[in-house]
């Protein structure tokens, strides 16, 4: 019943923008802890940005700080990653994932690149495909 949908991804050149959408179905957003996760080809999967359920506490990567922005809008039970500046690097699949009070304190410290890192916790959507040509 629980099911997170992914949409947004896209083919930019370097420096182009882009804006992530998680839309979520079966249970509210507004209760749970979100995360932005990616898997490029060839490497581990690796946590992008977080949001805290009241939304008043945010992570995000070192790579991607000052460029990413992370946001929910709870009337519409979606959370958003905008991407702006985009390199190559961030070429990946781009999942979100949500989790309860109970497992929200472990999905932010998996954001936050803690072991072990190819775990997931909680609900996990798709994937959607970002591509970053040069």
């Known amino acids: 019943q629980l099911q997170l949908v992914e949409s947004g991804g896209g083919l930019v050149h370097t420096g182009g923008s882009l804006r992530l959408s998680c839309a979520a179905s079966g249970f509210t957003l507004d209760d749970y802890v979100i995360g932005w996760f990616r898997r490029a080809p060839g490497k581990e999967r690796e946590g992008v940005s977080c949001i805290s359920a009241s939304a008043g506490s945010t992570y995000y990567a070192d790579s991607v700080k000052g460029r990413f922005t992370i946001s929910r809008d709870n009337a519409k039970n979606t959370v958003y990653l905008q991407m702006n500046s985009l390199k190559p690097e961030d070429t990946a699949v781009y999942y979100c994932?949500?989790?309860?009070?109970?497992?929200?304190?472990?999905?932010?410290?998996?954001?936050?690149?803690?072991?072990?890192?190819?775990?997931?916790?909680?609900?996990w959507g798709q994937g959607t495909q970002v591509t970053v040509t040069s």
């Open positions: 994932a949500a989790a309860n009070a109970r497992l929200g304190a472990a999905l932010f410290r998996l954001c936050a690149g803690a072991p072990p890192r190819g775990m997931k916790i909680g609900s």
